[in-house]
């Protein structure tokens, strides 16, 4: 088994939505590192119960179906049971295990976790005229959209949670403003950049622009540039142990 690296003396900003960045927290605490939660979304119910529970159903009825985050399995449960003829498919590990926990079976998932991952699954490859249900909230990957429609495939979205910008506080500034250097931001989110730094005042922005993003694909290392990151790192997935593992190598 490949030794973790150390984060000893890292600060490390975890972006994820509010209340899902504990288990990853942890794992910086124990490399070492310290863990700074700056979450960039605040996850809620869909505004209409019924038309999504609708549409989770006519999702799981076409001939496969991706559930793009944990939270979007969560969610999904609350609505209905998750059953229908779709052949299943998750984009990494972390909705993998939470598709296996609700029950399902022969779900399928990249080695690469994030959208470029699931669009080289052999199942994605010849999607002309297949239905494919999308089972998230609105907005992101739509990377997905655009390339499954110019594979053939007509997508279908049911939207069982909403992301919504979580409320940042001046505890949230004062913890950039006094973050003991160096500090890495993970990015696998480029809705959740945008919400931080819109949330932020102008001197906590400035200092996490100075932090080094640690980005999971190259549209977030895009956007990272685009945001005003000078330094980055590539981890080449959004997995946690590929993105801790990408600060590790930068600090031997």
Do not use: W
């Amino acid at each position: 088994m490949m030794k973790t690296r150390s984060l000893t003396g890292a600060c490390v900003v975890i972006t994820r939505p509010a209340g899902t960045g504990g288990t990853l927290a942890r794992e910086v605490r124990a490399r070492g590192g310290t863990p700074l939660l700056l979450p960039g979304a605040s996850l809620r119910g869909p505004a209409a119960g019924t038309a999504a529970r609708a549409a989770l159903r006519q999702a799981l009825a076409c001939d496969l179906a991706i559930f793009t985050s944990p939270a979007a399995v969560r969610f999904a449960q609350r609505l209905d049971a998750l059953q229908g003829r779709a052949r299943l498919l998750a984009p990494g590990t972390g909705t993998l295990r939470a598709l296996v926990r609700a029950g399902c079976r022969g779900v399928g998932a990249p080695t690469r976790e994030d959208s470029e991952g699931l669009l080289g699954l052999p199942s994605l490859q010849d999607a002309k005229g297949m239905r494919i249900g999308i089972i998230g909230a609105a907005g992101g990957r739509g990377l997905l959209d655009r390339e499954l429609a110019a594979r053939g495939a007509e997508t279908l979205h049911a939207h069982v949670y909403q992301r919504q910008p979580a409320r940042l506080d001046r505890r949230h500034a004062d913890r950039l403003l006094h973050a003991r250097q160096p500090v890495y931001v993970l990015l696998s989110s480029s809705e959740a950049l945008t919400n931080i730094l819109a949330s932020l005042p102008a001197a906590a922005r400035v200092a996490l622009l100075r932090a080094t993003a640690v980005t999971s694909s190259a549209r977030l290392a895009d956007a990272a540039r685009k945001a005003g990151f000078a330094r980055l790192l590539d981890a080449g997935s959004a997995h946690a142990d590929a993105m801790l593992e990408a600060i590790g190598r930068d600090r031997d």
